[in-house]
């Protein structure tokens, strides 16, 4: 009987350091995640800001032949500061909202097929 209790006592601080294994794999899957997701989002917005950088330059030359370049520079910085506005005006629509969604789905979805099976019967049974 207290080898039964003993053999007991082992399983479970296996199967307890097996949990705590599978959940750091599970918190290192997820990091990995989410910090690959914000490396892409930064290498985008350093392009994104060139592509605008260029785009300007490209918008001044081509307003300043009918304009002075005051003038042009004048305009594009009200089309960009209109921009801004327009961009400040919707973060949670376009931005927030969806980082939020990705995030969290990425972060609360199971991703084994075991998981889902046991969900799915836990719902049945309810």
Known sequence: MKEDYKKLLE??????KTRYDLLRLELLDKLSLILGMLVLIIVALFIL??????FSVALVGWLATCMPVSI???ILGGVLLLVLLV???MRRQWFID???KILS???FTP?????TIISEEDETTV
């Open 11 to 16: 399983d479970s601080k296996s199967y307890l």
């Open 49 to 54: 800001l060139a592509a605008i950088a260029y």
């Open 72 to 74: 042009a520079c004048c």
């Open 87 to 89: 961009v400040y005006l």
């Open 98 to 100: 969806p980082f939020v």
């Open 105 to 107: 789905s990425s972060l």
């Open 111 to 115: 991703k084994d097929e075991d998981e």
